[in-house]
């Protein structure tokens, strides 16, 4: 599995909000609240499909509801496992 970055992550977010507008995803927002970015849980939602599909991953529902944070997302996202060693 490809890492997934920040600047990646930046971009899915801003294409599933439809904005390029809004508070700039970068390191100093690592530890920002999504909601405090400008990013709803469908925003989220969205993004989780294509990652778990685009770098074939198994995302648990649990530990999304609790990665609340770019840093947070990242970190889940790349130490999870991949959907094949998962199903």
């Known amino acids: 599995m490809d890492r997934l970055n920040l600047t990646d992550l ?3 977010l801003r294409e599933a909000a439809g904005s390029d507008e809004g508070v700039p995803l970068d390191e100093a927002a690592l530890d920002t609240l999504f909601l405090d ?3 709803d849980s469908l925003a989220l939602l969205q993004v989780t499909g294509i990652v778990e ?3 074939d ?3 648990d529902e649990e530990a999304l509801d609790e990665a609340q944070t770019p ?3 990242l970190d889940l996202v790349n130490g999870a496992p991949d ?3 998962a199903a």
Do not use: E, I, K, T
């Open 37 to 39: 970015l400008g990013y």
């Open 10 to 12: 930046a971009a899915l």
């Open 83 to 85: 959907a094949r060693s």
């Open 57 to 59: 991953v198994a995302l």
């Open 71 to 73: 840093r947070a997302y």
């Open 53 to 55: 599909r685009d770098h």
